[in-house]
């Protein structure tokens, strides 16, 4: 880990006992922290307490779909901050009581000084390029060639490639100072030495990727190895991404996360709709832990269908109109290019176009809290920015129902329990309410 410059680090110390003794942190002490943790919350420099909740960096934050299911259906407590490049998400996160930092991920440093105690990732980098609703520039095999190499360097550059794999390049012993201030060792472990390449280097390995989108997915693998190798006491992290990642890409993940003795891996492809939810939405989770255990393989059974009428309260045999008036198929009596469906079971995928669908019995608009309850929000939920910017941020977000489900395991607690009870005063207890009550409830 790089070591603190001697005035940081004393303003560490005097802050250190300032908190140990009850008592705030002197204004230019906090002053001094805030400029070298900057973006990272000042307090990240100094050591957890005994009982502090784990620190936990978000990227791709969003406006809070993990964030909300680690706090409102799993009740854990983490000190956490997101970081996303949407205004209007971060604003939106920020209303709902969530940290952000507004910028693009790929220009910070994963082994910035205030990370040395981040426990956890959590990322979720976008999925339009692999996505069916995309143009699936993802799936073309140059991109993912290109993607795989710029993946594979990973654990050369953190320093975390076996001395087998490495004997031509750098002979039989390890001949590199563990103790290397610079963090260049070869950690004293068995491992080649770290490469010298940046991490922008890194990144710039796949930039000939004919989306920079794609070039995203490089940093499920950068953030948690370069906190490793700067010495944080990472020890899972969790990734969600579309259910049409190539199966080359989650490989070459794995390898990476194994070279670096993280000795659990595993991933799943799972349906919103099959856990209660009142909308489809498949997606692919990942799971990398540094220590096996068996509470971070347990997972959560399929759970009661809940249909978008019963969600919204609206009366049977509602149907809902997604793309306007469309020609009539004089063989099926239906409009042409599938443009409806029943509200009788989960809705379609929400997409940013969610915002023009309506209901047919009398052209009532989806509204942002209605698409929000669709994905496990609560109706009051301070989505931020105009009706597109809210509609794009309720399909892009990750469910809070399925960011409790993955994380149930790595976070401990009842998990299954505890997401039932939530679908539950979702929507259960929207049968009992009308829209004027909702300022009571929440």
Same mark, same amino acid.
């Given at each position: 880990?790089?070591?603190?410059?001697?005035?940081?680090?004393?303003?560490?110390?005097?802050?250190?006992? *300032?908190?140990?003794?009850?008592? %705030?942190? &002197?204004?230019?002490?906090?002053? #001094?922290? !805030?400029?070298? $943790?900057? @973006?990272?919350? *000042?307090?990240?420099?100094?050591? %957890?307490? &005994?009982?502090?909740?784990?620190? #936990?960096? !978000?990227?791709? $934050?969003? @406006?809070?779909?993990?964030?909300?299911?680690?706090?409102?259906?799993?009740?854990?407590?983490?000190?956490?901050?997101?970081?996303?490049?949407? @205004?209007?998400?971060?604003?939106?996160?920020?209303?709902?009581?969530?940290?952000?930092?507004?910028?693009?991920?790929?220009?910070?440093?994963?082994?910035?000084?205030?990370?040395?105690?981040?426990v956890a990732v959590i990322i979720s980098p976008p999925c339009p390029t692999f996505s069916p609703g995309g143009k699936l520039s993802g799936l073309e095999e140059g991109n993912i060639q290109i993607l795989g190499d710029a993946i594979a360097y990973v654990g050369e550059t953190a320093g975390f490639i076996p001395m087998d794999w490495h004997h031509a390049d750098y002979g039989d012993e390890c001949e590199c100072d563990p103790d290397d201030p610079d963090g260049k060792g070869c950690h004293g472990d068995g491992f080649a030495p770290r490469s010298g390449a940046t991490w922008d280097e890194v990144r710039e390995m796949a930039a000939d990727v004919s989306d920079p989108r794609i070039a995203l997915m490089l940093e499920v693998a950068i953030w948690p190895i370069a906190l490793q190798a700067a010495g944080a006491p990472i020890r899972w992290m969790a990734m969600e991404q579309s259910s049409n990642l190539p199966e080359e890409i989650i490989s070459d993940l794995t390898i990476e996360f194994q070279s670096a003795e993280w000795f659990y891996t595993s991933h799943d492809i799972m349906e919103a709709a099959d856990y209660g939810l009142p909308s489809r939405r498949k997606r692919v989770y990942m799971i990398a832990a540094r220590n096996y255990s068996s509470t971070v393989v347990r997972r959560i059974r399929p759970l009661p269908a809940t249909t978008m009428a019963q969600a919204l309260n609206w009366a049977p045999g509602e149907r809902v109109n997604t793309r306007g008036n469309r020609p009539i198929n004089p063989k099926t009596g239906r409009a042409k290019g599938g443009n409806a469906f029943s509200a009788d079971g989960p809705s379609w995928c929400l997409t940013g176009k969610a915002r023009t669908w309506k209901r047919e019995s009398d052209d009532l608009?989806?509204?942002?809290?209605?698409?929000?309850?669709?994905?496990?929000?609560?109706?009051?939920?301070?989505?931020?920015?105009?009706?597109?910017?809210?509609?794009q941020q309720a399909a892009d977000v990750v469910s809070p129902v399925m960011a409790a489900i993955v994380l149930s395991g790595v976070l401990g607690g009842l998990g299954e329990a505890l997401v039932r009870d939530y679908l539950a005063q979702l929507y259960d207890m929207d049968d009992m309410l009308s829209p004027d009550d909702y300022d009571l409830v929440s």
């Open positions: 880990m790089r070591t603190l410059p001697p005035a940081v680090a004393t303003a560490v110390h005097v802050a250190t006992l *300032a908190r140990k003794a009850g008592r %705030p942190i &002197p204004p230019k002490v906090y002053a #001094v922290l !805030e400029a070298a $943790a900057n @973006p990272w919350p *000042a307090e990240w420099l100094l050591a %957890p307490l &005994p009982g502090d909740p784990i620190r #936990v960096v !978000e990227l791709f $934050a969003g @406006p809070g779909g993990w964030s909300e299911g680690i706090a409102a259906v799993l009740g854990v407590a983490v000190d956490s901050c997101g970081v996303d490049i949407s @205004p209007d998400a971060c604003a939106t996160a920020r209303k709902a009581g969530h940290r952000r930092i507004c910028a693009d991920i790929t220009t910070l440093d994963p082994e910035h000084i205030a990370l040395r105690y981040t608009r989806l509204t942002a809290a209605e698409a929000g309850l669709l994905v496990g929000f609560r109706r009051s939920y301070p989505w931020q920015g105009s009706r597109t910017s809210a509609f």
